[in-house]
């Protein structure tokens, strides 16, 4: 729900700053101005970028926002609790309920683990191969970063180039007054689009992966050491504690009260 909640205020947002920079103007000049200057912005960083990468990498930048922006937040109690299970079941029933329980694990890279224990692979090769899963994704951001910071640098930059063309156009209408408005308009919106864009959409989504970036290391620390514990069947316990130190802190307090307000609720039931 958070993302969709995301997608709506965005999507608000953009529609109050593209319908206020229209209640400015009152005749259709003006909202040509309007469309013709964030086209112009738009088109020309878009077309500045196609030339600056290639458009395989630039398809890349698609597929990693999308598992940014609309992949569930990692929720690591969760996780532990699931390792658990998962740690039990190989205890009891071997390789194939771990097999049956990796057709269940919904994170990628815990489930090629478990399917590579299952098959009996020595531990360098799963810990290499766990490494080159959360290497390539790492690439991936990083070359989806570089695209998205130079797209907002484009942005700016055509925004002042349109308003120079626009300023060029009016200077041959100082004769003419009632002609001056549009070309001014257009002169003055595309800097205001290319800011826009630049600040409002492209340097937040750098900064997004960025942070996904952070959180992807902490995720592949948990992951190796979940796998291990589940490939040496290590106890509950010492799986719990073992976890619950890799955790990011805010999830590792909340986990802590969680399970000690249970303890308290369960103590309370036996009295």
């Known amino acids: 729900m958070g993302y969709i909640m995301k997608a709506i205020i965005f999507g608000v947002s953009f529609l109050v700053v593209t319908f206020f920079s229209l209640s400015l103007q009152d005749n259709y000049h003006a909202i040509l101005s309007n469309i013709l200057s964030l086209a112009f912005v738009l088109g020309g960083t878009?077309?500045?970028?196609?030339?600056?990468?290639?458009?395989?990498?630039?398809?890349?930048?698609?597929?990693?926002?999308?598992?940014?922006y609309f992949f569930k937040h990692i929720d690591y109690a969760t996780l532990i609790h699931h390792v658990i299970h998962i740690a039990r079941d190989y205890k009891r029933g071997g390789f194939k309920a771990l097999e049956a329980s990796a057709?269940?694990?919904?994170?990628?890279?815990?489930?090629?683990?478990?399917?590579?224990?299952?098959d009996?692979?020595?531990?360098?090769?799963?810990?290499?191969?766990?490494?080159?899963?959360?290497?390539?994704?790492?690439?991936?951001?990083?070359s989806a970063q570089r695209i998205i910071h130079a797209?907002?640098?484009?942005?700016?930059?055509?925004?002042?180039?349109?308003?120079?063309?626009?300023l060029?156009?009016?200077?041959?209408?100082?004769?003419?007054?009632?002609?001056?408005?549009s070309a001014m308009s257009l002169a003055l919106l595309t800097t205001l689009y290319g800011v826009l864009t630049a600040n409002l959409i492209l340097l937040p989504l750098e900064n997004k992966l960025k942070e996904n970036a952070a959180d992807d290391a902490i995720m592949y620390q948990f992951?190796?050491?979940a796998l291990h514990c589940i490939q040496q069947r290590e106890y509950s316990v010492v799986i719990e504690q073992r976890l619950t130190?890799?955790?990011p802190?805010?999830?590792?307090?909340?986990?802590?009260?969680?399970?000690?307000?249970?303890?308290?609720?369960?103590?309370?039931?036996?009295?």
């Not at 030339?51 to 990693?64: A, G, N, P, Q, Y």
């Not at 060029?168 to 408005?181: A, D, E």
């Not at 307090?253 to 039931?269: D, F």
């Open 46 to 68: 878009l077309l500045a970028t196609c030339i600056s990468f290639s458009m395989e990498k630039i398809r890349t930048v698609v597929s990693v926002i999308r598992k940014t």
């Open 168 to 181: 060029m156009m009016v200077f041959p209408q100082l004769t003419n007054p009632k002609n001056i408005g």
């Open 223 to 225: 992951v190796i050491e």
């Open 120 to 142: 009996n692979s020595p531990w360098e090769h799963i810990q290499s191969s766990i490494e080159k899963e959360f290497l390539y994704d790492g690439m991936e951001n990083e």
């Open 249 to 271: 802190r805010h999830q590792h307090e909340r986990y802590l009260h969680e399970k000690k307000a249970g303890m308290h609720l369960k103590i309370a039931h036996n009295q």
């Open 245 to 247: 130190t890799i955790m």
């Open 151 to 166: 797209m907002a640098k484009f942005a700016p930059a055509f925004g002042l180039a349109g308003t120079i063309i626009g």
């Open 103 to 118: 057709n269940t694990c919904k994170n990628p890279y815990l489930k090629l683990g478990i399917q590579l224990i299952a």
